[in-house]
T-cell receptor, first 115, second 115 residues
Framework: AQSVTQLGSHVSVSEGALVLLRCNYS??????LFWYVQYPNQGLQLLLK??????LVKGINGFEAEFKKSETSFHLTKPSAHMSDAAEYFC?????????????FGSGTRLQVQP | EAGVTQFPSHSVIEKGQTVTLRCDPI?????LYWYRRVMGKEIKFLLH????????ESGMPNNRFLAERTGGTYSTLKVQPAELEDSGVYFC?????????????FGSGTQLSVL
């Protein structure tokens, strides 16, 4: 079985500040890891994904995440927050080599960007 | 290209009534998923169709939920009879990829309120 924990249901940063959203996972087999973002009144959009290639993954809108197996983490970062980054962010995991494609999501982190 | 479309966007019903949610995936996408988010908690997997076949329905909560995808195009999710705990946002997602690390395209969800 797999699970995802997102630390902090709400994170507030100032415009231009570093964004750090935390995600820890547990999984019995090597995982695929994802970050999705949901803007108001929209569906979830894929920001980036880790699929066992490079451990540092770059995504859209300047976001990146680093897979750290020893820490079972996949934290999302962005060097400088923009007002347009205000949204809810979800970390998710699925399992390699099982054929099962269901995603297990964390409970989400709502990012607020202050002017 | 049209995205994943869900309707209605909102539904308010009374306990014991029946509700049917509809999802139109992106044309040509064989994979269709239903997910649910209850009370701002994590988004949970319900089931996965490949074309018209149920590939994985391990997340369906009970037999009050019935999903169909006749002809492998659009899908419906019927809740009968609805209970208070069924309230939440129901997301549909689709993908065309045949591998586990696929990119999912999500609809904007149906907000279901059972009173």
């Amino acid at each position: 079985a797999q699970s995802v924990t997102q630390l902090g249901s709400h994170v507030s940063v100032s415009e231009g500040a570093l964004v750090l959203l935390r995600c820890n996972y547990s999984s019995s087999v090597p995982p695929y890891l994802f970050w999705y973002v949901q803007y108001p009144n929209q569906g979830l959009q894929l920001l980036l994904k880790y699929t066992s290639a490079a451990t540092l993954v770059k995504g859209i809108n300047g976001f990146e995440a680093e897979f750290k197996k020893s820490e079972t983490s996949f934290h999302l970062t962005k060097p400088s927050a923009h007002m347009s980054d205000a949204a809810e962010y979800f970390c998710a995991v699925s399992l390699m080599d099982t054929g099962r494609r269901a995603l297990t999501f964390g409970s989400g982190t709502r990012l607020q960007v202050q002017p | 290209e049209a995205g994943v479309t869900q309707f209605p966007s909102h539904s308010v019903i009374e306990k014991g009534q029946t509700v049917t949610l509809r999802c139109d995936p992106i044309s040509g996408h064989d994979n269709l998923y239903w997910y649910r988010r209850v009370m701002g908690k994590e988004i949970k997997f319900l089931l996965h169709f490949v074309k018209e076949s149920k590939q994985d329905e391990s997340g369906m909560p009970n037999n009050r939920f019935l999903a169909e995808r006749t002809g492998g195009t659009y899908s419906t999710l019927k809740v009968q009879p609805a209970e208070l705990e069924d309230s939440g946002v129901y997301f549909c997602a689709s993908s065309s990829d045949r591998v586990t690390n696929e990119k999912l395209f999500f609809g904007s969800g149906t907000q279901l309120s059972v009173l």
